[in-house]
Nanobody, 127 residues
Framework: QVQLVESGGGLVQAGGSLRLSCAAS????????MGWFRQAPGKEREFVGY????????NYAESVKGRFTISRDNAKSTVYLQMNSLKPEDTAIYYC????????????????????WGQGTQVTVSS
């Protein structure tokens, strides 16, 4: 079983940057992909982006494309979310999630393939 711990959230002014980290422990070598999601108050959890562990292929939501970058450090079993040009609408709790086995039934842009979640870290962007 994979355990995930996020860190790096905080308060930043619009236009600023933050880097979130997601440290994985447990059976990380069997994970297929790692995803980032976010949830703003009163809204549903939404897809931000994902990275596949083996080949590093990434995919992003349109709302963050060109501003956010996901990377991984296999040796540290850690995934990063670099967030630049932050906007007030990026304010949310950010969660990382692990897809340990991918059946292909659901898109990696949806919540369903992910079976391990971190506790979340708050990101607040002030205007």
């Amino acid at each position: 079983q994979v355990q995930l711990v996020e860190s790096g959230g905080g308060l930043v002014q619009a236009g600023g940057s933050l880097r979130l980290s997601c440290a994985a422990s447990g059976h990380t070598t069997s994970s297929y992909a790692m995803g980032w999601f976010r949830q703003a108050p009163g809204k549903e959890r939404e897809f931000v982006g994902y990275i596949r562990w083996t080949n590093g292929i990434t995919n992003y939501a349109e709302s963050v494309k060109g501003r956010f970058t996901i990377s991984r450090d296999n040796a540290k079993s850690t995934v990063y979310l670099q967030m630049n040009s932050l906007k007030p609408e990026d304010t949310a709790i950010y969660y990382c999630a692990a897809c340990t086995f991918y059946s292909g039934v659901y898109s990696l842009r949806s919540l369903e393939p992910y079976d391990a979640w971190g506790q979340g870290t708050q990101v607040t962007v002030s205007s």
